[in-house]
């Protein structure tokens, strides 16, 4: 019976030496090593051997099947590093081939927009806040200072899902969260971009979906004085260092006093165009002291901090900034439209 196996031992090996694919070679190792194969059929035998026999030839049995699995993992090595070599022939690559050129894609104007927006705020130390874009009427509405019933409620036509569950119509809501983490010790310098909604009529100049970067500053002693020097930088940055920023009255329930922030026209310099409507200045965001209402409602003592926030319509920047007269383009995908954007070779 010993010879037997031996002899089952030379037959797979010369198999495996012939073995030229990966699919033969598992199958000579299934015939060979399974269960139904002929080492398996002679190793039935051994109940009616000797004890002394039977030792010795489970001891070859065992020896014969370690060097056919052996066998088997040294030819598989060498069948997998041919076919390797082989798909690395069959691929190469002709140099001499003439090259062809590669269309590369372009940031959108919007993700331009607010990669400037966070690189400028980020240079004068403000953080990056988030918050969730389904939002609450306690931070969306509350804690901003428009309790229920609140006329201002009416300037935000809003996408609600329940009665206390909304599409934020602000990014404002993302200031109230960072300032109750604070949990009343200042300071905070934060930024918060992101997309907002609200029941509009979309036109070339309004959308339901839109986005917004809000900003927060709450230290001891703020004055307006650290405002309009915030957003002559900003203005200047984006839209020129001749920008002249002015600074007029106006109410929005969470700032007070609060302001609309104009820059000089960039089309005509103040002088008055079609673009200014004639005035010589184009709005581009609102802001103002923070409430002390609001302060108080998220933990801060509004005797020993103040504060500043504005906000900054991404759209209407962009479209200052890149001239273009319809807010419905940033959404179209039309890629004629997005062309215009294209990396500069």
């Not at 984006?238 to 007070?256: A, D």
């Not at 002291?289 to 926030?309: I, K, W």
Request: negative net charge; aromatic residues 8%; charged residues 30%.
């Amino acid at each position: 019976m010993e010879n037997e196996l031996l002899m089952i031992k030379e037959e797979a090996l010369a198999k495996l030496d012939n073995c030229s694919s990966l699919k033969e070679l598992n199958d000579i190792r299934i015939l060979y090593l399974g269960k139904k194969g002929p080492i398996q059929e002679a190793m039935k035998s051994m109940k009616d051997m000797a004890a002394e026999d039977r030792k010795v030839f489970g001891q070859t049995s065992n020896l014969v099947k370690q060097e056919l699995s052996k066998a088997v993992e040294d030819r598989k090595e060498i069948l997998e590093n041919q076919a390797i070599l082989d798909k690395i022939n069959e691929e190469r690559i002709d140099i001499t081939l003439p090259s062809y050129k590669l269309d590369q894609g372009t940031l959108h104007p919007l993700s331009t927009i607010v990669a400037e927006i966070v690189e400028l705020f980020l240079g004068m130390g403000y953080q990056i806040a988030e918050g969730p874009e389904v939002e609450t009427d306690y931070f969306n509405f509350e804690l901003m200072n428009l309790p229920k019933g609140h006329p201002a409620r009416d300037m935000q036509d809003t996408f609600y899902i329940d009665e206390n569950t909304l599409m934020r119509t602000h990014t404002s809501p993302v200031q109230a969260h960072a300032m109750l983490e604070a949990q009343g010790k200042g300071p905070i310098k934060v930024i918060c971009p992101g997309k907002t909604y609200r029941r509009d009529d979309d036109d070339a100049t309004h959308s339901h979906q839109f986005m917004q970067c809000e900003g927060l500053v709450v230290d001891k002693n703020i004055t307006m004085a650290d405002l309009k020097g915030t957003l002559e930088v900003f203005a200047r940055k984006f839209f020129g260092e001749k920008r002249e920023v002015r600074l007029r009255p106006s109410y929005f329930p969470f700032t007070e006093p609060s302001v609309e922030v104009d820059i000089s026209c960039h089309n005509c310099g103040g002088k008055g165009c079609s673009m200014c409507k004639h005035t010589g200045w184009i709005e581009i965001l609102g802001a103002g002291m923070v409430n002390p209402r609001v302060l108080e409602m998220c933990g801060f003592d509004s005797e020993v901090y103040q504060g500043f926030a504005f906000g900054i319509g991404m759209e209407r920047v962009a479209m200052l900034k890149y001239g273009i007269d319809n807010i419905r383009d940033f959404y179209n995908d039309d890629i004629r439209f997005l062309n215009q954007f294209s990396r500069k070779e």
